[in-house]
Nanobody, 113 residues
Framework: QVQVVESGGGLVQPGGSLRLSCAASGTIFFSIYTVDWYRQAPGKQRELVAGITSGGSTNYAGSVKGRFTISRDNAKNTVYLQMNNLKPEDTAVYSC??????WGQGTQVTVSS
């Protein structure tokens, strides 16, 4: 059973930075899985923020392009989401999805002064 744990969320001021981590356990196939970060703000639908394939190809939502960077460390079974120049509209619960199948519990990101 694959388990997914996100961490790194918190409260940050506008313009600040956070790095989220998505760690997987219970699988030896992490390196071949696509991993996506999603977010859901109160009253809004969940949206895809960024994704990374096994080969390292990345994609971003237009609203975060140039501010967020997704990366992976297969030796640690972990994917990171570096978030810079955060805006209040980035406030949401951020969740990680592995292989379009396994979800974590999410981590709260709040951007506020």
């Amino acid at each position: 059973q694959v388990q997914v744990v996100e961490s790194g969320g918190g409260l940050v001021q506008p313009g600040g930075s956070l790095r989220l981590s998505c760690a997987a356990s219970g699988t030896i196939f992490f390196s071949i899985y696509t991993v996506d970060w999603y977010r859901q703000a109160p009253g809004k639908q969940r949206e895809l923020v960024a994704g990374i394939t096994s080969g390292g190809s990345t994609n971003y939502a237009g609203s975060v392009k140039g501010r967020f960077t997704i990366s992976r460390d297969n030796a640690k079974n972990t994917v990171y989401l570096q978030m810079n120049n955060l805006k209040p509209e980035d406030t949401a619960v951020y969740s990680c999805n592995i292989h379009r199948e396994y979800w974590g519990q999410g981590t709260q990101v709040t951007v506020s002064s």
